[in-house]
């Protein structure tokens, strides 16, 4: 097992009694909160209420725009609410906001834990963390969270474009991986075909229960968000991103 994935994985309806549960084990006290005015009142107020019950140490950010993206403005935000405290960054929200916690935790020398708020991108588990630099969408390595505690009721209430964009986040490796396999042929890419299969594997299994998905049942979520985060694993084991992102996703860059 590649040794920079999650500690802990949850995905089901106790996400913030299994955080606070690891942060106990794990001795964590001091964090800084990241959400945005979204994500905030689904899940980030409950998950601040829980932590100061606990007395813990908590700095917060909460994006109040109506567009947050993963650029310096928004990342300098983070980093002015920060002090030269250690603390364990917590991300609540999908891949926005789960990004500006990756690339600020690391640079600052911190951990992250990820807390999705939407079934919507196959990054939450990944290194990288895609920002916009000069007008440009550049992936910048960073690291993966220590933990992701994802709350199933939260995530088959998100809006269903954002369900619809992690199934087409999935439906993507079909094609990825048939890019992949063309850079192996014509151009000698490094290639590996277990993750291949794996990857392959986890976009048949949403496929395959496309209505579940569609319909936003607790099963589809949970196939979805699981399919994701192997996504991701792929991702970490590989060492890039070449297993799950192709043509496809240069365009959409």
Not at 86 to 92: D, H, Y
Not at 179 to 206: K, M, V
Not at 225 to 251: K, N, V
Request: proline fraction near 4%; glycine fraction near 8%; hydrophobic fraction near 45%.
């Amino acid at each position: 097992m590649n040794q920079n994935r999650p500690q802990m994985v949850t995905i089901d309806s106790d996400a913030i009694t299994h955080l606070l549960e690891f942060c106990q084990a794990n001795q964590l006290t001091k964090f800084c909160l990241v959400a945005d005015r979204n994500t905030y009142p689904v899940l980030g107020a409950a998950v601040e209420d829980a932590l100061r019950q606990q007395n813990f140490d908590l700095k917060k950010v909460v994006f109040t725009n109506a567009e947050v993206v993963a650029d310096a403005q928004h990342i300098l935000r983070v980093l002015v609410e920060m002090d030269q405290q250690a603390r364990t960054f917590i991300a609540v929200g999908s891949g926005t906001i789960t990004d500006i916690s990756r690339f600020v935790s690391h640079r600052t020398g911190n951990h992250f834990i990820a807390m999705p708020t939407a079934p919507s991108v196959d990054g939450f588990a990944s290194i990288g963390a895609p920002l916009i630099i000069g007008g440009v969408k550049t992936t910048i390595v960073a690291h993966a969270p220590i933990a992701i505690f994802a709350d199933l009721t939260v995530l088959a209430a998100a809006p269903r474009a954002m369900i619809a964009a992690g199934f087409g986040d999935m439906l993507g490796k079909i094609t990825s991986i048939a890019d992949w396999r063309l850079g192996r042929l014509l151009w000698n890419e490094p290639y590996d075909e277990a993750i291949a299969q794996r990857t392959l594997q986890a976009a048949q299994l949403c496929v395959d229960h496309v209505a579940e998905i569609g319909a936003g049942t607790p099963q589809g979520i949970q196939i979805l968000m699981e399919a994701l985060i192997e996504s991701g694993y792929c991702m970490l084991d590989f060492g890039s991103s070449r297993p799950a992102s192709g043509a496809e996703h240069h365009y959409s860059h």
